[in-house]
């Protein structure tokens, strides 16, 4: 892109609404604490030590990424066909599709994942698809990480947003969800923003009757069942909760619940 190019590219891209999950990786400073420049290897075990934290680092990131990936691909693929599809007709099985539709963008940021939603998005009938599997992503990945002793924090927000190449976003969406997540996240818990709730309630208390502001609205209704207040008062997602149990973690939750609870206890012992 040359400096002309830059200069003329505001008039093409587009701002839009966007929903956004900022996820973090937790204990990745400490991980890299007292690193510098790379280390002269003098011995082997001087090469294995160095080996171990890129392990111990990397490692911790590979595993978060393939976990989110795993679940982002599992909520937008194309299922068997069900019963209740194949009982329709073909213009009610267009329809449907249409309602079910869902597009969910991941961006790789360090030791850290941004999920983020386009609400302007004029192919997604119903954005509250997309909605309902980034709030199922982003609890999903923080109760697995007590389970398996690497926890994380995150946030989502809702704000504007400009995709400067497909899959980069930049704006105040990235800006506000990064805010919530570095000062009031604070532990392995999911914040949200205050404009996502008046967001779930706007399409909560939408009356109009079409088949898609319906979906809309039963999935504003499902995800605001899924958050709650915390002590401080901040609006989390309760991913402990029976709702959140009921939609998306389903049989695994006992064993996730018992394996992220040995965690903790261990952690309020030692600390």
């Given amino acids: 892109m040359t400096a002309t190019d ?16 900022f996820i973090d990786l937790l204990g990745q400073r400490d991980a890299l604490k007292g690193q510098g420049l790379l280390p002269v ?6 090469h294995k030590q ?8 990397i490692g911790s990131i590979l595993r978060l990424q393939v976990r989110a ?3 982002l691909r599992e909520g937008q693929r194309d ?24 597009r969910v963008t991941t961006q790789r940021w ?19 698809n997309s909605v309902f599997n980034v709030f199922g992503s982003a609890g ?58 008046a967001f779930l309630e706007a399409h909560k208390n939408n009356q109009e009757q079409d088949v898609y502001s319906a979906n809309n609205r039963a999935l504003a209704e499902l995800c605001l069942g899924m958050l709650a207040q915390d002590a401080d008062g901040i609006w989390i997602l309760h991913y402990l909760g029976e709702r959140f149990r009921h939609a998306v973690t389903h049989r695994h939750h006992s064993d996730l619940y018992s394996r992220a609870r040995k965690f903790v206890e261990e952690q309020l012992q030692l600390h």
């Fill in 140 to 197: 999903s990945l923080c109760f697995m990480g007590l389970a398996s002793r690497r926890p994380l924090r995150g946030a989502i927000d809702v704000a504007w947003g400009v995709e400067i190449h497909p899959g980069e976003l930049y704006g105040a969406a990235v800006a506000r969800a990064y805010e919530l997540e570095s000062i009031y996240a604070q532990y392995p818990r999911i914040v949200i923003g205050p404009r996502v709730v």
């Fill in 79 to 102: 299922r068997p066909e069900s019963p209740f599809r194949a009982s329709l007709s073909d213009e009610q099985k267009v329809l449907w599709d249409e309602m079910s539709r869902a």
């Fill in 41 to 46: 290897f003098k011995t082997e075990e001087d």
């Fill in 69 to 71: 990936d795993d679940m």
């Fill in 50 to 57: 160095f080996i171990s934290t890129l392990k111990d680092s």
């Fill in 6 to 21: 830059a200069e003329e590219a505001p008039e093409q891209w587009n701002a839009y609404n966007y929903l956004i999950s």
């Fill in 110 to 128: 360090s030791d850290g994942l941004v999920s983020f939603v386009c609400l302007g998005d004029k192919n997604i009938k119903c954005p509250l």
